[in-house]
C-alpha cells in the first residue's frame, strides 16, 4: 500500500519528529510512504482568522499536490477536521461549486493517523515499547469533529510496558483554540493550567496527544509553571505525540 503523508505546515516547522515518527511506524509495518513536497499549508489560520480567499487558495493547492494519492495520512486532528470538513463549507458558502466538489471528493481519502491504522490497516499493535507513565489527552478536533474514540487508546493499550494511566475529565479542552489562545489570553492560559493539574495528578511522565499545536499549548504553559514556581502541583513531564510514541520500540529510547 502506497501511502501519502500530510506532514503540516506546524509539524514540518516545529516538529519534524513527528513526521519521521509516522513514517517511521507505516514502513515498520511493510508501507510506502511518499511526501509530496509541493504541499504546504490546509489554510485552517487563515480560514479561522477570516481570511476566506487566503485560506481557499491553500485548499487548492494541497488538492492539487495529493490530487493523485490514494491514501493521505496526517498527524494532526484539527488538519484533518480542516480537509474533511472546513474546506467544503467555506468553498460553498463563497459559491466556488468546483473548489466545494473537488473538497468533498478528496475528503474520504484522508485519514487521521490514529484512524488510519485501526480502520484502514486494521492494526492496534505496531511493535511499539515505551517503558514509561503515560496518559492520553484527546484533543477537541479529534474527538468532537473526527471522532476518533478510543482508537488512540487501542493502540497505546498495545505498547509494551507502558503504564498507560487515564486523564481525569480527559474530554474537556486545553484551553489552546488556535485563534482563542491569542483573543483570549488568559482564559486560554486558566483552562491550560488546570488541564495540566489533572497531567500531575496521575503521576504520569508523559503526556501524549494526536495534535501537536495542544502539545505546544500545554509545554509552554508547563515551562512556565515550572521556571516561576506558579504551581506546586505540576510536576516534571514531558509532551509527546502519539506517532513518536508508537515509533519506540525500546532500543532507540
Same mark, same amino acid.
Given at each position: 500500500?502506497? =501511502? &501519502?503523508?500530510?506532514?503540516?505546515?506546524?509539524?514540518?516547522?516545529?516538529?519534524?519528529?513527528?513526521?519521521?515518527?509516522? *513514517?517511521? *511506524?507505516?514502513?515498520?509495518?511493510?508501507?510506502?510512504?511518499?511526501?509530496?513536497?509541493?504541499?504546504?499549508?490546509?489554510?485552517?489560520?487563515?480560514?479561522?482568522?477570516?481570511?476566506?480567499? /487566503?485560506? %481557499?487558495?491553500?485548499?487548492?493547492?494541497?488538492?492539487?499536490?495529493?490530487?493523485? #494519492?490514494?491514501? =493521505?495520512? !496526517?498527524? @494532526?486532528?484539527?488538519?484533518?477536521?480542516? =480537509?474533511?470538513? %472546513?474546506?467544503?463549507?467555506?468553498?460553498?458558502?463563497?459559491?466556488?461549486?468546483?473548489?466545494?466538489?473537488?473538497?468533498?471528493?478528496?475528503?474520504?481519502?484522508?485519514? /487521521?493517523?490514529? /484512524?488510519?491504522?485501526? +480502520?484502514?490497516?486494521?492494526?492496534?499493535?505496531?511493535?511499539?515499547?515505551?517503558?514509561?507513565?503515560?496518559?492520553?489527552?484527546?484533543?477537541?478536533?479529534?474527538?468532537?469533529?473526527?471522532?476518533?474514540?478510543?482508537?488512540?487508546?487501542?493502540?497505546?493499550?498495545?505498547?509494551? /510496558?507502558?503504564?498507560?494511566?487515564?486523564?481525569?475529565?480527559?474530554?474537556?479542552?486545553?484551553?489552546?483554540?488556535?485563534?482563542?489562545?491569542?483573543?483570549?489570553?488568559?482564559? @486560554?492560559?486558566?483552562?491550560?493550567? +488546570?488541564?495540566?493539574?489533572?497531567? #500531575?495528578?496521575?503521576?504520569?511522565? !508523559? *503526556?501524549?496527544? &494526536?495534535?501537536?499545536?495542544?502539545?505546544?499549548?500545554?509545554?509552554?504553559?508547563?515551562?512556565? #509553571?515550572?521556571?516561576?514556581?506558579?504551581?506546586?502541583? !505540576?510536576? +516534571?513531564?514531558?509532551?509527546?505525540? =502519539?506517532?513518536?510514541?508508537?515509533?519506540?520500540?525500546?532500543?532507540?529510547?
Amino acid at each position: 500500500m502506497r =501511502i &501519502s503523508l500530510f506532514v503540516t505546515c506546524s509539524n514540518n516547522i516545529l516538529h519534524p519528529q513527528t513526521g519521521r515518527a509516522v *513514517v517511521t *511506524v507505516l514502513q515498520r509495518l511493510g508501507h510506502e510512504v511518499e511526501f509530496i513536497e509541493s504541499q504546504t499549508c490546509c489554510g485552517q489560520m487563515h480560514l479561522n482568522a477570516g481570511y476566506r480567499q /487566503e485560506g %481557499l487558495s491553500l485548499a487548492r493547492t494541497t488538492i492539487d499536490a495529493f490530487e493523485r #494519492a490514494e491514501y =493521505i495520512v !496526517v498527524p @494532526s486532528g484539527s488538519c484533518t477536521s480542516t =480537509i474533511r470538513h %472546513l474546506w467544503q463549507d467555506v468553498a460553498a458558502d463563497a459559491g466556488d461549486s468546483e473548489l466545494a466538489a473537488a473538497a468533498g471528493a478528496m475528503a474520504p481519502r484522508v485519514f /487521521e493517523f490514529t /484512524e488510519f491504522l485501526v +480502520d484502514v490497516l486494521g492494526v492496534t499493535d505496531v511493535g511499539a515499547r515505551f517503558a514509561r507513565r503515560v496518559t492520553y489527552h484527546p484533543t477537541c478536533h479529534s474527538l468532537r469533529s473526527l471522532r476518533v474514540g478510543d482508537r488512540p487508546l487501542q493502540l497505546l493499550r498495545n505498547v509494551a /510496558e507502558i503504564d498507560l494511566v487515564e486523564l481525569p475529565n480527559s474530554d474537556s479542552c486545553c484551553g489552546f483554540g488556535g485563534l482563542f489562545a491569542l483573543k483570549n489570553a488568559d482564559t @486560554s492560559a486558566a483552562v491550560g493550567r +488546570d488541564k495540566l493539574a489533572m497531567a #500531575a495528578s496521575t503521576g504520569a511522565d !508523559v *503526556v501524549c496527544a &494526536s495534535d501537536n499545536s495542544c502539545l505546544t499549548h500545554l509545554a509552554g504553559l508547563h515551562k512556565k #509553571a515550572k521556571r516561576h514556581s506558579l504551581d506546586a502541583r !505540576v510536576r +516534571d513531564i514531558e509532551f509527546k505525540h =502519539i506517532a513518536e510514541i508508537l515509533a519506540l520500540t525500546g532500543t532507540d529510547l
